[in-house]
């Protein structure tokens, strides 16, 4: 689904149907840097600024969740130097955002796996969840060092380590032990770059969200970009496996 580039001169329209949850598949970083004969790092330094104008976005429409795919499981398997500088890029971005989006009223949590990320990284991450967690005006999830299945599998190890009896266990519970437990499912998944698949992010959140791919990279996609997914999503009918 096609969407023009552009640059925002005016505030967000109100929508008919605002999603309380919206997650992002940031795809694109590599390709973009490509396109303009770049380093890779490049594109994911650019990716990481656009970061801030999609969060005053959701701001401004009033999205209460937003979850974002900045590092799976599986990036892990990509060269050394550019696992390196994610890790670098990531450690920089929470030192130059985290004072500025807890004075606007943004709540920081972090969704993964903490293990295997460097120490001092793992010091940052959690000094940023703990300075914003009484904030309300905006929940950004960010999913870092995270797969889908991985989350499933220790839901259901910590299921098994406090002896919950199987007759009690149902859906609500389950949820409650995933990363996300005690927030709403997500209601879109926007994927950019047009790519069409999940690349194991949210497998059991995402059962019943809407879908909105575009063939944008992740530092191109705007404001506007924001604004056509979210409004074709206040367009759909959730019907939720009903008639």
């Known amino acids: 689904m096609a969407a023009e580039t552009q640059t925002l001169t005016r505030p967000l329209q109100p929508l008919t149907t605002v999603p309380r949850h919206v997650a992002i598949i940031m795809d694109g970083n590599g390709r973009w840097a490509a396109k303009r004969g770049l380093p890779r790092l490049a594109g994911h330094r650019a990716g990481t600024e656009n970061i801030r104008r999609i969060i005053e976005g959701c701001v401004e429409l009033g999205v209460q969740i937003l979850t974002l795919y900045a590092f799976s499981t599986e990036n892990w398997q990509r060269p050394n130097d550019e696992v390196s500088g994610l890790m670098e890029i990531l450690g920089q971005v929470i030192d130059r955002e985290t004072e500025d989006l807890h004075a606007n009223g943004v709540r920081l949590r972090h969704i993964g796996r903490l ?40 839901a259901a190890r910590r299921l098994i380590r406090e002896g919950i009896d199987p007759e ?35 497998l059991w959140q995402a059962a019943y969200a809407e879908y909105w791919c575009a063939p944008i990279y992740w530092p191109d996609f705007t404001k506007e970009n924001l ?13 939720f496996g009903n008639v």
């Open 168 to 202: 009690q266990l149902d859906e609500e519970l389950f949820g409650s032990y995933l990363y996300t437990g005690g927030l709403p499912d997500p209601d879109v998944i926007i994927r950019t770059a047009g790519e069409m698949r999940l690349s194991n992010f949210l």
């Open 115 to 154: 293990d295997g990320l460097p120490s001092h990284l793992q010091e940052r991450v959690r000094y940023a969840a703990e300075l914003t967690r009484h904030n309300t005006r905006l929940t950004v999830n960010v999913a870092f060092n995270y797969g889908g299945r991985a989350e499933i599998v220790e």
């Open 227 to 239: 604004m056509q997914a979210l409004g074709e999503f206040s367009r759909r009918e959730r019907r």
